[in-house]
């Protein structure tokens, strides 16, 4: 009878399960019906072209078979390394230990489980894998013929395809993934396909992998929230006015320039990190640019408008909430790229209300734009343009998965692993979910970007660029300048940005932050993290200044703020917002920053 009664339960049990799994492949039959017409009358726009790889490929291919002898050489190396590995392989299974023949680099941590190495079979398909990958990254690198932005963007897509082919992303490859579905007795397969339906169904028929809780944060609530007011709103930004903190403050205000493919916040994360929250704290009265997430009604605005519409206009409403003309800039990423437009063009019109201005990891010239650059062509901008004529927009969402694919196995195949093939709920990260609040682009404002700066790169041209019919020149910038660069950035590589030192006129301090494009910014004091280097002396290349920097400890925030210090003006009684000539709208954040893009 007890035999009986376990048998029964067992039943039950697997009919649970069997259940389960039938709702699951019911749910996902649902979703394949309910999204196919959308998925089938999208034009299934990619930011990486999947005709332009396909060309890609097949002129590198035509570039391999030229030199058969070579290719075949290649081929007999790789044909001796598996059968060295296979030879190793038997030699384990008996007890018998050989070192690797080949290891991951130290920074892959797709490997880092025990098992990897200490079991044969695992060992063995991970060396294959190497040994392939290897191959593959030799006979691209080396393939004969091919202009240097073709063989970058050979490389750049070799290494996604063998990062999408890694056997930790498959189930009976991965002894993590195997260990974990016999724990739970298939539980976290089964929690992992849930998953990928629902992230399925947030991308509308197209898998849209979770890097964080979507829910963990509200704007306002437990995320940007700094206090302050919305002080001015026009149809491309809100400007907002942080409340001082301190008694008195630095008589120019401190306007920030966000970039506009992201929401502002990313310097106003959480109390304990906020630049912008630090920078009242040191006795900064603090406006950011707040910009609009637009749609197909905006598509007609052009780069000029947000020129016009966004710092220069931001300043005009300073100007009326202070009474102070005079102000301090910063401006971060593509917006340090706006700001850097704004104030060539004041210059060329005699403005100078602008006395010192500081760029966080920002490119003004595009001559090497690290692998952004394998996205930018004349074919592949011309497919974008198509994609953006019908839209109105470019999707910031497409960005998003570009910025993502530079780092593809921290961001995206780490995630898949965790989410899809262990099951496991994406943990609440404050800089992922930031980074997955992005913006759209108006259509005619994108298209300048793209190609007069990143494909012609003419910024850097005097009078290369007419802003609202201004010919501009970075040359006649001569307000201080404070550059802020970070050493592993792969959005804006740090000798890339290093560049711009010979581009201004006025005094300039370059700075080199550790870590990478946000967390080499987003690194406040009180956390003591990284690292930056400085040199007082102005040198044309970036490794010779690099060679002389002098390396400290911590946050660079400090070295900025007493750099700005000394254009600071003076201290003045604390200014609260509404106290000047504009009626607060609205409490910070304001509206636009909660305009999502899904």
């Known amino acids: 009878m007890a035999d009986g009664r376990k048998g029964g339960a067992g039943s039950r049990d697997t009919a649970d399960t069997a259940q389960t799994w039938d709702a699951l492949f019911e749910r996902s039959r649902q979703l394949t019906a309910k999204y196919k017409n959308d998925v089938k009358e999208s034009d299934d726009f990619s930011v990486a072209d999947p005709t332009a790889i396909s060309n890609l490929f097949v002129d590198v291919a035509h570039r391999l078979f030229t030199n058969p002898d070579k290719l075949r050489e290649a081929q007999a190396s790789l044909s001796e390394d598996y059968a060295k590995l296979w030879e190793a392989t038997q030699a384990a299974t008996k007890g018998e230990k050989r070192a690797p023949l080949v290891e991951p680099e130290k920074h892959d941590r797709r490997f880092k489980d025990d098992e990897w190495s200490e079991n044969p079979i695992f060992d063995a398909i991970k060396q294959y894998y190497l040994l392939t990958t290897r191959w593959l990254e030799a006979i691209v690198r080396e393939a004969e013929g091919l202009d240097p932005k073709t063989r970058q963007k050979a490389e750049f897509y070799t290494r996604q395809f063998i990062s999408a082919m890694a056997p930790t992303n498959f189930v009976a490859t991965n002894p993590v993934v195997l260990r974990a579905a016999q724990k739970t007795e298939g539980e976290s397969l089964r929690k992992g396909f849930s998953n990928m339906l629902d992230d399925t169904e947030r991308g509308k028929g197209k898998l849209r992998i979770s890097l964080t809780d979507s829910e963990a944060f509200t704007p306002g609530e437990n995320i940007a929230v700094t206090p302050g007011k919305v002080v001015y709103r026009n149809d491309l930004m809100e400007l907002l006015q942080f409340d001082p903190a301190t008694d008195t403050v630095h008589r120019r205000p401190l306007l920030i320039v966000p970039p506009w493919i992201n929401k502002y916040y990313v310097l106003d994360l959480q109390p304990r990190n906020s630049f912008l929250k630090w920078a009242v704290d040191q006795g900064h009265t603090v406006f950011v640019i707040s910009w609009v997430n637009p749609d197909e009604r905006l598509s007609h605005k052009r780069f000029d408008d947000y020129l016009l519409e966004g710092p220069l206009a931001a300043l005009d409403a300073v100007r009326e909430a202070t009474g102070?003309?005079?102000?301090?800039?910063?401006?971060?990423?593509?917006?340090?790229?706006?700001?850097?437009?704004?104030?060539?063009?004041?210059?060329?019109?005699?403005?100078?209300?602008?006395?010192?201005?500081?760029?966080?990891?920002?490119?003004?010239?595009?001559?090497?734009?690290?692998?952004?650059?394998?996205?930018?062509?004349?074919?592949?901008?011309?497919?974008?343009?198509?994609?953006?004529?019908?839209?109105?927009?470019?999707?910031?969402?497409?960005?998003?998965?570009?910025?993502?694919?530079?780092?593809?196995?921290?961001?995206?195949?780490?995630?898949?692993v965790s989410n899809y093939l262990l099951g496991k709920d994406p943990r609440p990260f404050d800089i992922l979910y930031w980074n997955s609040d992005s913006t759209r682009m108006p259509a005619m404002m994108h298209k300048f970007y793209l190609r007069e700066m990143y494909l012609k790169n003419r910024l850097i041209e005097p009078g290369g660029i007419t802003i609202d019919g201004t010919p501009i020149d970075l040359s006649r910038i001569k307000a201080p300048v404070y550059i802020l660069s970070t050493r592993d950035d792969h959005i804006a590589p740090w000798r890339s940005t290093f560049a711009a030192t010979r581009h201004y006129s006025g005094p300039i301090r370059f700075v080199l932050a550790a870590s990478g494009h946000i967390a080499g910014v987003i690194n406040p004091p009180a956390a003591n993290k990284y690292c930056y280097w400085t040199r007082p002396r102005k040198v044309k290349s970036p490794e010779t200044w690099l060679k002389g920097a002098t390396q400290h400890d911590g946050s660079w925030w400090s070295d900025w703020d007493a750099w700005v210090g000394r254009h600071g003006g003076g201290k003045v009684a604390a200014r609260v917002p509404g106290s000047g000539n504009l009626e607060p709208i609205e409490d910070a954040p304001g509206s636009y920053v909660r305009m999502r893009s899904d």
């Open 324 to 416: 102070e003309a005079e102000v301090n800039a910063i401006g971060y990423c593509i917006g340090g790229t706006l700001l850097a437009c704004t104030l060539a063009y004041m210059a060329a019109r005699g403005d100078a209300r602008v006395k010192s201005a500081a760029f966080f990891t920002t490119m003004i010239d595009f001559s090497e734009p690290g692998e952004l650059g394998v996205f930018v062509d004349e074919e592949q901008i011309g497919h974008l343009d198509k994609h953006m004529e019908k839209k109105g927009y470019m999707d910031g969402a497409q960005m998003a998965q570009v910025f993502n694919l530079l780092r593809e196995n921290d961001l995206v195949w780490s995630s898949f």
